[in-house]
């Protein structure tokens, strides 16, 4: 049985117009921005289903919009998934994504 390897190298970014041009000025050079009125499912799956990304960045409205999807993709390893405020600054949520994985991993709950 042979094993593929697969090298996960790439950071990319879903996110909106504003945001991506914010995160092209600090170097990250795949940055996906979704249009105004569509949700990024599409766009999400795919990447999701893409072996060379490590670190998937994504405004928190389309990790709202595509919570389900989500959910189910941080139930695996790869790629690292992390929540970014957009334009319309943090939303208020009953606990960030990195907060609940602090406190499944460690067992202890740290104020992020």
Request: charged share 30%.
């Amino acid at each position: 049985m042979s094993h593929r390897f697969v090298e996960r190298s790439r950071i990319v970014g879903l996110t909106d117009e504003m945001t991506s041009l914010g995160l092209k000025l600090a170097g990250i050079k795949h940055i996906y921005a979704v249009p105004e009125g569509d949700d990024g499912r599409k766009l999400l799956t795919k990447l999701l289903q893409d072996d060379s990304v490590a670190v998937l960045i994504i405004t928190e409205k389309y990790a709202e919009m595509n919570r389900r999807i989500l959910e189910r993709a941080m139930l695996r390893p790869w790629p690292v998934i992390v929540e970014i405020p957009g334009p319309e600054g943090k939303m208020e949520k009953e606990e960030s994504a990195l907060k609940s994985l602090v406190k499944n991993a460690l067992g202890i709950e740290l104020d992020i």
